[in-house]
């Protein structure tokens, strides 16, 4: 069963645009991390929210977490083709087992 | 710069055979995991353990899996008899979990292996 949804699956545009990322699920979770995986490596950890309605900003990078903890939100402004990658979104169900998202593959042309 | 390593990095095998993955944790780190990734079901937990005591593995097929800590540095992943079906990029990942339940602690994933079972 899947329970963290992304949307869109696919992405490609062309550098200097803006883009968001959705992650929905039906359940509740403690805390929300996104991840982004370049080729033949591991996911690499970009950030985690906690608390509902919580905003973080990495550089050009802004995450959102849902009021309610359900969902999550990643915009990217001003996308260059370092931003290419495949970004994840895990929940943790109130354990320390992450519940991975579908992925969104992101393509940032020059 | 502290890493987590897999070995091997690719694995092509026959079906029936065995395969065996292996990991070094970033030492210090008392949670280690274990992936699979898929076009088809993305990335799933497989087991963990915490402090080399298996936590979860309910995501492994029992009956051909098994992964074990034989010591604080090496955690393996293995397959007997392999199947074409466990063809996938399996992962190792390493965390530090504190005693205070913090349960949003990074983990750290390796490169992964990827292994083909024809």
């Known amino acids: 069963t899947q329970l963290l949804e992304q949307s869109p699956q696919f992405l490609s545009i062309q550098e200097g645009e803006n883009l968001t990322v959705y992650c929905n699920s039906s359940?509740?979770?403690?805390?929300l991390q996104w991840y982004r995986q370049e080729p033949g490596e591991g996911p690499v950890l970009l950030v985690t929210?906690?608390?509902?309605?919580e905003v973080k900003k990495l550089k050009r990078l802004t995450f959102q977490f849902g009021d309610a903890r359900k969902d999550s939100s990643l915009h990217i402004t001003a996308a260059q083709p370092g931003d290419t990658g495949l970004y994840l979104c895990?929940?943790?169900?109130?354990?320390?087992?992450?519940?991975f998202g579908t992925g969104t593959r992101l393509q940032v042309f020059p | 710069d502290a890493r987590v390593t897999q070995t091997p990095r690719h694995k092509v095998t026959e079906m029936g055979q065995e395969v065996t993955m292996r990991c070094q944790p970033i030492?210090?780190?008392?949670?280690v995991f274990w992936y699979r990734q898929t076009m088809m079901q993305g990335l799933e937990l497989l087991a963990y353990?915490?402090?080399?005591?298996?936590?979860?593995d309910s995501g492994m097929p029992k009956d051909r899996f098994s992964a074990e800590m034989p010591d604080a540095t090496l955690a393996t992943l293995k397959i007997q008899p392999s199947e074409p079906r466990d063809s996938a990029v399996y992962f190792c990942?390493?965390?530090?979990?504190?005693?205070?339940?913090?349960?949003?602690?990074?983990?750290?994933f390796g490169p992964g292996t990827r292994l083909t079972v024809t």
């Open positions: 990942a390493s965390g530090l979990a504190f005693r205070s339940k913090d349960l949003t602690y990074e983990q750290y």
């Open positions: 359940s509740v979770f403690s805390s």
């Open positions: 929210v906690v608390t509902g309605g």
């Open positions: 895990a929940g943790a169900l109130d354990t320390d087992k992450l519940i």
């Open positions: 030492l210090g780190h008392n949670t």
């Open positions: 353990f915490r402090n080399r005591a298996p936590l979860d």
